[in-house]
């Protein structure tokens, strides 16, 4: 019967585990945990590929617990109720150990019917979830448990798990393999932190490479044909999109174009055109802002070129839009003038809107004192007139501040000239 080389190889302790030295090497807290014998319920987040079944199963390995696994993809609450049917019988003297895989895919409902068993340690809850647990789980469930996380492997690591796996195919079959400068690097690379995809590239490489007389050659061309796509992790509606976006405005509002351009050739890679579009737009606006009010006019034109011509070609304006958004000045004065008026908005700082600015255009608006002592601006020189604008409760309010950038500096020292000469105290 055919079994996955990722199957047949994985590790049966820690010390063939790969790449998760933050939490597993010696004296890290989830190996100590491990080693201790007293096992809490653990929740193994990260991305596919980098360990969380294989050190679940070590777990397993170590208890005196009867082991039940489900996958939260496939099983229902029928499953659940008949595992904790086990509880208190032969079946399950100690208690039980549940793997649960992919525990995000449970619902709200499905969850809490955990809850009272993992409580009173009847069952004793390991589940692994490849999006963020303090999104996806139930916050009683998290409450109870201890959450690790799980990193993407390093092509360093990724490259040792795949000379280990060149190894047992070779003791396996009875040959002998050579391989083309860099191929096996190409391999550990191209994987994208997942150990999976690479043991399925180096099963795959096998079975094409061999000679039929006891060798196997890879070369270099075959090993980039098996992973011509890249292995990046990519989800339009998991974490790793969310963390991409992220990075993407992050560098941008550091003026780094470099990274700019790397983390938006990530999502283009991932075929995603109208997330970087509209978060350039929001660059833009809200860390560009008033320091080059003509950022936004340029994003946009941009961003209507990217759509006109679709991928691939898009990459071009969007690259250049993210380039030029992370070396422009920038100023996030504007965001913050309008978050501090709508933080008064929701504490309830409002107040009645002055009588000379009210509607004054119907009949008998005077009569009610609409608009009676309007001054219309464009009658005074500079258009200024001095006059009040905000309620009388927040008239002394300020929620925009000038940035110290050269466009915003240039209209202050222009309105502080124009009040100043209309008699304000000011800006």
């Keep these: 019967m055919y079994r996955p080389l990722a199957d047949a190889i994985r590790p049966q302790t820690l010390e063939d585990v790969f790449g998760q030295d933050h939490i597993l090497a010696p004296g890290a807290m989830l190996r100590r945990i491990i080693e201790s ?81 993992i409580e009173n340690g009847n069952i004793t809850l390991i589940a692994s979830t490849t999006e963020n647990p303090y999104f996806y789980i139930y916050n009683a469930i998290l409450s109870r448990s201890t959450v690790f996380e799980f990193k993407p492997i390093t092509p360093e690591g990724a490259l040792q798990a795949v000379q280990r796996a060149k190894s047992y195919l070779e003791q396996r079959d009875g040959v002998t393999c050579t391989a083309e400068e860099g191929a096996w690097e190409h391999v550990a690379t191209a994987c994208g932190g997942d150990l999976r995809k690479a043991m399925n590239a180096v099963e795959v490489l096998f079975s094409t490479g061999n000679d039929g ?20 992790r990519y989800d339009r509606d998991g974490d790793s999109h969310y ?44 860390d560009v802002g008033l320091a080059y009010p003509q950022a936004i006019a340029v994003v946009k034109a941009c961003v209507d070129a990217a759509f006109q011509l679709g991928l691939p070609e898009a990459r071009i304006p969007l690259a250049e839009a993210a380039i030029f ?103």
């Design 37 to 117: 014998g007293s096992i809490p319920n653990l929740i193994f987040y990260g991305p596919s590929g980098v360990g969380k079944t294989t050190v679940a199963n070590i777990i397993a390995n170590r208890t005196k617990r009867k082991l039940c696994k489900l996958n939260a993809t496939t099983a229902s609450s029928q499953d659940i109720r008949d595992i904790v049917a086990q509880l208190g019988t032969m079946m399950a003297p100690n208690g039980i150990l549940l793997y649960l895989d992919e525990i995000q895919y449970f619902n709200k409902k499905q969850q809490q019917s955990l809850l009272e068993h």
């Design 243 to 286: 963390d991409i976006l992220s990075a993407f405005q992050k560098s941008i509002r550091g003026s780094d174009p470099n990274a700019a351009v790397h983390y938006l050739a990530r999502l283009l890679e991932g075929g995603d055109l109208a997330s970087p579009t509209r978060r350039l737009l929001v660059i833009a606006a809200e």
């Design 325 to 427: 958004l992370a070396t422009c000045p920038k100023s996030n004065s504007g965001i913050c003038a309008i978050d501090a008026a709508m933080k008064d908005l929701k504490h309830g700082k409002t107040g009645d809107i002055p009588a000379h600015l009210k509607d004054c255009h119907y009949g008998g608006a005077a009569k009610l004192g609409r608009g009676l002592t309007y001054q219309y601006a464009h009658d005074f020189p500079n258009h200024y007139v001095q006059q009040q604008y905000l309620p009388d409760e927040l008239k002394d309010v300020i929620y925009y501040e000038y940035g110290p950038n050269k466009t915003e500096q240039a209209a202050k020292r222009y309105w502080d000239a124009v009040k100043g000469s209309a008699g304000e105290d000011g800006p």
């Design 213 to 232: 007389n006891g060798s196997v050659h890879i070369t270099l061309d075959d090993a980039k044909a098996i992973t011509q796509k890249s292995a990046m």
